[in-house]
């Protein structure tokens, strides 16, 4: 009997492995995209994007909107939500995110690392804070970021090496992508207990970040965002150290 699990045609691949495709296809900068360009973002044929979209869509992975497109649905975001690494950190952590953010009034960040990449799990705006370019569920290179390099900084040695020798997007003119200056500034993260990364993303932005434990392991980072020149990288340091270990406190007690 041939495995209903597959198609006979090569360039499709297994029905969960098209579905994933599909879903993948989406990201910040298409949240909306018709069939055809379904399609040609997944590399799947026309027709079988077509055949699919009717289970996902019944589903409540996808919806479509009043022009035509296609989005991701609600049900999709409701499953994302339960991602134990998400919520419990995000549950534990936003008390005092918030009191950050009111303290500062300025953007604070909540991260975790997946892979050689950085995951906003959280991300309070304050009132007239410099523009970031991140967003929750959204993910960016580790080497640029303050949280990334703090999550990168306490990474497993082989995750470090496998970072360091890809390709280093440049962001800005002040972006680092030298593998020598970047392991220094990986050193001084764990020296000094938090990691400064100025006008690395964009050119008005300087983040502050530290790391939040669990048992003696790194499991995120909380970084506070302001505009360069705004005030010194070591008054920063002092509130969002003070943050992490509250927040790294609270990973450790039990909930009631």
Same mark, same amino acid.
């Given at each position: 009997?041939?495995n &209903?699990g597959r198609s006979?045609?090569?360039g499709?691949?297994?029905?969960? *492995?098209?579905a994933l495709?599909?879903?993948g296809?989406?990201s910040?900068?298409?949240p909306e995209?018709?069939?055809?360009e379904?399609?040609r $973002?997944s +590399?799947?044929p026309?027709?079988?994007?077509?055949?699919?979209l %009717?289970d996902l869509?019944?589903w409540?992975?996808l919806e479509? +909107?009043?022009?035509?497109?296609y989005r991701?649905?609600l &049900?999709l975001?409701e499953?994302?939500? =339960?991602?134990?690494?998400?919520?419990?950190l &995000?549950? !534990?952590?936003l008390p005092f995110?918030?009191d950050?953010?009111q303290i500062? !009034?300025?953007?604070?960040?909540?991260?975790?690392?997946? %892979?050689?990449?950085?995951?906003f799990?959280?991300?309070?705006a304050?009132?007239g804070?410099?523009?970031? #370019?991140?967003?929750v569920?959204?993910?960016?290179a =580790?080497?640029?970021?303050g949280?990334g390099?703090?999550l990168?900084?306490?990474?497993?040695?082989e995750?470090?090496?496998q970072?360091l020798?890809?390709?280093?997007e440049r962001f800005?003119?002040?972006t680092v992508t030298d593998?020598r200056?970047?392991r !220094?500034?990986l050193?001084?993260t &764990?020296?000094n207990?938090y990691a400064?990364s100025?006008?690395?993303v964009?050119?008005d932005?300087?983040?502050?970040a530290a790391?939040?434990? $669990?048992g003696?392991a790194?499991?995120a980072?909380?970084?506070l965002?302001v505009?360069h *020149?705004?005030?010194s990288?070591?008054?920063l340091?002092? #509130?969002?150290?003070?943050?992490?270990r509250a927040?790294? !406190?609270?990973?450790?007690?039990?909930q009631?």
């Amino acid at each position: 009997m041939a495995n &209903r699990g597959r198609s006979s045609d090569s360039g499709t691949g297994p029905v969960l *492995g098209r579905a994933l495709r599909i879903l993948g296809a989406f990201s910040a900068k298409c949240p909306e995209m018709t069939l055809s360009e379904l399609s040609r $973002r997944s +590399g799947l044929p026309v027709s079988t994007v077509h055949r699919m979209l %009717g289970d996902l869509i019944a589903w409540g992975a996808l919806e479509r +909107g009043d022009k035509g497109c296609y989005r991701v649905g609600l &049900r999709l975001w409701e499953v994302a939500s =339960l991602a134990p690494r998400g919520q419990g950190l &995000r549950e !534990r952590a936003l008390p005092f995110l918030e009191d950050l953010s009111q303290i500062t !009034r300025e953007n604070v960040q909540l991260a975790v690392r997946e %892979g050689t990449e950085v995951v906003f799990v959280e991300r309070i705006a304050g009132s007239g804070a410099v523009p970031v #370019l991140t967003r929750v569920g959204g993910r960016f290179a =580790l080497t640029a970021t303050g949280v990334g390099l703090v999550l990168l900084a306490h990474a497993p040695a082989e995750v470090q090496e496998q970072t360091l020798a890809g390709r280093l997007e440049r962001f800005t003119p002040d972006t680092v992508t030298d593998p020598r200056t970047l392991r !220094r500034m990986l050193a001084e993260t &764990r020296t000094n207990g938090y990691a400064v990364s100025d006008r690395q993303v964009t050119t008005d932005a300087v983040s502050v970040a530290a790391p939040v434990y $669990r048992g003696g392991a790194v499991i995120a980072s909380v970084s506070l965002v302001v505009r360069h *020149g705004s005030t010194s990288a070591q008054a920063l340091a002092r #509130l969002v150290c003070t943050s992490a270990r509250a927040m790294s !406190r609270a990973m450790t007690t039990p909930q009631v």
